[in-house]
């Protein structure tokens, strides 16, 4: 069974531009999640999506977007990078029932220089 | 009401020895409490999880203890090995719509051989 796929790696944008991070979820998991990881905040919850709809939302600017698709695929945007989002991405897929908790992708490497 | 608190930010143990890692919580509408492991370079990987109807669940080499009176809970590594040198951290959701993983600040565990 495939594990959650973040695309892409890594990624160098410069202060200013916007980013586009994409996340595919475990097959049959209709929920997904985006955390923030850095090293003086830890991880931090950006937003939920559960069947197309944001089910839930962190305390970030709005600046932090996101979006999921019929297929449970989902994507964030962020748009006019600060030096501060860099960070590491993370995207975790649970199970409709959310028994079997939470599965994270190795996460997208964001640099704003 | 949010903030889930972990102790310590950094343990050393000898091969062998037990870790044992510490988290506390405020929101007593948590009723969903993981432990999560990560490597560098990795997303957080579920190792196991507890709900507040028991006090105790193992697997493996692994323990959690829950104390719901107290709002603590803990991870008891047994038989400490240096594969288990990895980043631990704790974590609390609430069922429901409104679920997202509040996380601990997390500990840096190195395992000597």
């Known amino acids: 069974k495939a594990g959650v796929t973040q695309t892409p790696r890594y990624l160098i944008k410069t202060r200013g531009q916007q980013v586009t991070l994409s996340c595919s979820p475990i097959?049959?998991?209709?929920?997904v999640s985006w955390y923030q990881q850095t090293p003086g905040q830890g991880l931090q919850f950006l937003f939920e999506?559960?069947?197309?709809?944001?089910?839930n939302k962190g305390n970030f600017p709005g600046r932090f977007s996101g979006r999921q698709f019929s297929n449970s695929r989902s994507e964030m945007n962020v748009s006019t990078l600060e030096l501060g989002d860099s960070a590491l991405y993370l995207c975790a897929s649970s199970s409709p029932d959310g028994l079997s908790g939470y599965t994270f992708g190795s996460g997208t490497r964001l640099t704003v220089v | 009401q949010q903030q889930v608190k972990q102790s310590p930010q950094s343990l050393i143990v000898q091969k062998g020895g037990i870790s044992i890692i510490n988290c506390a919580y405020e929101?007593?509408?948590?009723?969903?409490f993981p432990w999560y492991q990560q490597f560098p370079g990795k997303g957080p990987a579920l190792l196991i999880a507890?709900?507040?109807?028991?006090s105790e669940k193992k697997e493996g080499r692994f323990t959690i203890s829950f104390n719901k009176s107290a709002k603590q809970f803990s991870l008891h590594i047994m038989d400490s090995q240096p594969g288990d040198s990895a980043t631990y951290f704790c974590a609390a959701s609430r069922s429901g719509s409104a679920r997202q993983l509040t996380f601990g600040s997390g500990t840096q565990l190195t395992v000597l051989p």
């Open positions: 999506y559960f069947s197309e709809t944001q089910r």
């Open positions: 507890i709900r507040p109807d028991v």
């Open positions: 929101n007593t509408a948590f009723d969903y």
């Open positions: 097959s049959g998991h209709r929920s």
